[in-house]
């Protein structure tokens, strides 16, 4: 019985991967027509990198200029952002002033307010006194 499966594998191991019956002749090249067709080959492969070089070259140059371009586009736009900050802060200033001034008249508002009111709660408070102790203050006067 062992050997019958050892026979199997070996069978299975030799024959069936089969190398050499995938392998087909190659027809015989001369040496000429190898150097032929690796003289057409170079020639294609020169050309074709000639061809690549000056892509490369146009596309550089493509690229150069839209740098430049992005370039210009950035300093503009920074120009524009700067203004614009300058003008927010044009703005914001002009608002603080204003707000200042605000607060200013609504503090001198409380301020007369204070000093108007302030001489008259004093001399109600000196008339209520005399009402109530008028005996008193003659004396304080006299």
Not at 72 to 95: G, K, P, S, T, Y
């Amino acid at each position: 019985m062992r050997g019958i499966m050892l026979g199997c594998v070996l069978w299975s191991i030799v024959v069936l991967p089969n190398p050499a019956g995938a392998v087909t002749p190659a027809p015989a090249l001369t040496d000429r027509e190898i150097v032929e067709r690796l003289t057409r080959l170079e020639t294609r492969l020169d050309e074709g990198l000639t061809g690549l070089r000056a892509e490369m070259v146009q596309l550089r140059a493509d690229m150069q200029a839209q740098n430049r371009q992005l370039r210009a586009e950035m300093v503009q736009l920074r120009a524009d952002m700067q203004a614009q900050n300058r003008q927010l802060r044009e703005d914001m200033n002009i608002r603080f002033e204003e707000h200042s001034r605000l607060i200013l008249g609504i503090l001198a508002a409380f301020a007369a307010l204070f000093v108007i009111n302030v001489p008259h709660i004093f001399l109600d408070t000196l008339r209520r006194i005399v009402q109530t102790k008028p005996l008193e203050y003659k004396k304080l006067v006299a």
